[in-house]
């Protein structure tokens, strides 16, 4: 089925009309609350949602090859193709977990036509959307053994993160220290950053502060 709304052109499956309805509403929502979060004015061009049913269509739908597929990878944004792609909760995994995963893609499908940059620093791009969508789970953050942020920087090119960027915690702290240096520097800063237009400098102890900030603010 395809139903057009006033930001996305959706595409799914009949049986998840329902469910499509869910995540069309809730990206309506948050698509504004991003721009004026962040001051940004709405372009003209609609994005493209695909609730894809199954894997076969998560691969199909992104072009990825059937060799490359993990069934971690649950969502997907394409930005030359203006298209974000979320495998259907109907194929096994929690709601509430991929309309975060779906509001991440959105973030990162925003950020990228705002600025332009769609090769950036792997804390500051993922960071941001994991800040936004509220990925950071407290239960995997520690207040001794943390990353520094030179240890999950490096250039996400073409949609693929770092390594190191993965195997030293990023998905896990890079939300905490992007809320951190915004409340910081202030927003207009982080874009700036962003944009590569400044260098994101912090200051010794930032990432300590970051994560202490975060737990005595944690509600769970």
């Known amino acids: 089925m395809i139903k ?6 959706s595409k799914f499956d009949e049986s998840d ?6 995540f069309i509403r809730l990206l309506e929502e948050e698509y504004d609350k991003i721009h004026g979060c962040f001051g940004f ?12 049913a199954n894997a076969e269509d998560y691969i199909k739908e ?22 974000i792609c979320v495998i259907s909760p109907s194929a096994g995994n929690d709601e509430e977990y991929l309309e ?9 499908m925003i950020f990228d036509e705002q600025t332009g940059i769609t090769e950036n620093e792997a804390w500051i791009a993922e960071g941001i959307a994991i800040f936004y969508a509220g990925q950071t789970e407290a239960e995997y953050i520690s207040r001794e053994n943390f990353p520094k942020i030179s240890e ?8 693929d993160t ?13 939300g905490i220290y992007v809320g951190h240096y915004i409340k910081t520097y202030g927003s207009d800063a982080f874009i700036k950053a962003y944009k ?23 509600k769970h």
């Not at 057009?4 to 052109?9: H, M, T, V």
């Open 196 to 218: 590569n237009e400044i260098l994101p400098e912090v200051y010794s102890g930032f990432e300590k502060e970051a994560i202490e900030e975060y737990l005595k603010n944690d």
């Open 162 to 174: 770092p390594d190191n960027f993965i195997d030293n915690g990023g998905y896990d702290y890079a």
């Open 4 to 9: 057009e709304s006033k930001y996305f052109i």
């Open 152 to 159: 999950i920087s490096g250039i996400c090119e073409n949609g």
């Open 100 to 108: 975060k995963v779906a509001v991440h893609e959105l973030v990162h």
């Open 62 to 83: 992104t072009g990825k090859k059937e060799e490359e597929y993990q069934p971690w990878m649950v969502g997907n944004s394409n930005f030359a193709e203006k298209k």
């Open 17 to 22: 009309a329902d469910t499509a309805g869910r």
């Open 41 to 52: 004015e709405p372009k003209d061009t609609k994005y493209k949602f695909c609730l894809c």
